[in-house]
């Protein structure tokens, strides 16, 4: 199986190393000449975008629907340039009208779709144990199974083109919920006198846990490493298109709209370029503002 990767950063030039390591064929692009350079200095074979290979795979890894949509349309223009048979994977995290509109151009042009956002972050990536929701048909999946065996430690058929982007948004909304809650939980533990260390224990031992609470706070929030490899800008433009999906079906979520605004609330203090972990900074320095007097004040 001969796959062209296009875009190179963490996440797609992680994915086409585990796949050349795989024994898979793989040749990458990316429209950055520095992502093209570090990644054959990895290993990769690497072209310029406007000498693409035909491939049987096209791998996108790209930062928005706007990327995939000039991919597939114009520049390089897989619609023209793809080998009727060859297959589109999208795994960005992309916008699912955008991604249906996509799938049915492609599928009209010969071609075959399969949305493919993923999560486990670039260490994921480089290890082959990411997560995957698939979006298009069975058959498409069971074509490139073996790809998606070597990438993935897990990957879900959730249904039809676009599906697994929706999915994919439910699933950003809910981690972005859970850094919130996670954190107001430690807090009030905190102010307690409970060690955040002691109260994730006890959450993660009930009904209260979540991916947040066993991997989130332990490996990047407690030790205060934040690096995880996912932006806090790339959380809001994934909770921004979870709100306008559902303001697109008619559907008002009230509590999607204030998360959504608590992660834009303080955009001077938390930049895009930061670590979407830090979220969590303000919350827990609520837990120790002044918490030593009101402990006391608490005990008169």
């Known amino acids: 199986m001969n796959i062209v990767m296009i875009g190179l950063?963490?996440?797609?030039?992680?994915?086409?190393?585990?796949?050349?390591?795989?024994?898979?064929?793989?040749?990458?692009?990316?429209?950055?000449?520095?992502?093209?350079?570090?990644?054959?200095?990895?290993?990769?074979?690497?072209v310029g975008p406007e000498a693409l290979p035909a491939a049987d795979v096209y791998l996108l890894s790209l930062p928005s629907s706007a990327q995939v949509r000039e991919v597939i349309e114009s520049s390089p223009g897989l619609l023209r340039q793809a080998p009727k048979g060859s297959v589109i994977v999208?795994?960005?995290?992309?916008?699912?009208?955008?991604?249906?509109?996509?799938?049915?151009?492609?599928?009209?042009?010969?071609?075959?779709?399969?949305?493919?956002?993923?999560?486990?972050?670039?260490?994921?990536?480089?290890t082959g144990a990411l997560g995957m929701l698939l979006g298009g048909e069975a058959s498409t999946i069971e074509r490139v199974e073996p790809m998606l065996k070597a990438m993935s430690a897990r990957y879900t058929h959730v249904g039809?083109?676009?599906?697994?982007?929706?999915?994919?948004?439910?699933?950003?909304?809910?981690?972005?919920?859970?850094?919130?809650?996670?954190?107001?939980?430690?807090?009030?533990?905190?102010?307690?006198?409970?060690?955040?260390?002691?109260?994730?224990?006890?959450?993660?031992?009930?009904?209260?846990?979540?991916?947040?609470?066993?991997?989130?706070?332990?490996?990047?929030?407690?030790?205060?490493?934040?690096?995880?490899?996912?932006?806090?800008?790339?959380?809001r433009k994934d909770l921004r298109l979870a709100r306008d999906a559902a303001a697109g079906m008619g559907l008002s979520l009230d509590l999607l709209s204030r998360v959504v605004e608590q992660w834009h609330a303080n955009a001077d203090a938390l930049p895009d370029s930061a670590d979407f972990n830090h979220v969590t900074d303000e919350i827990l320095r609520l837990a120790q503002a002044d918490g030593a007097t009101s402990t006391q004040e608490a005990g008169q």
């Open 9 to 46: 950063g963490h996440m797609g030039g992680n994915m086409a190393l585990t796949l050349q390591t795989a024994g898979f064929t793989v040749i990458g692009t990316d429209v950055a000449e520095v992502a093209r350079r570090n990644m054959a200095a990895r290993g990769l074979a690497v």
């Open 90 to 126: 999208d795994t960005s995290t992309s916008d699912p009208v955008v991604s249906r509109e996509l799938a049915k151009m492609v599928v009209e042009a010969g071609l075959e779709w399969l949305d493919a956002p993923v999560s486990g972050g670039p260490a994921g990536a480089a």
């Open 160 to 235: 039809e083109a676009g599906s697994g982007h929706v999915v994919k948004l439910a699933n950003n909304y809910l981690c972005a919920a859970h850094l919130l809650t996670t954190a107001e939980a430690v807090a009030l533990a905190m102010r307690a006198g409970v060690a955040p260390e002691a109260c994730l224990a006890g959450l993660n031992s009930g009904s209260g846990r979540s991916a947040v609470s066993e991997v989130n706070f332990p490996k990047w929030v407690l030790p205060a490493a934040f690096d995880s490899g996912f932006t806090t800008g790339l959380m």
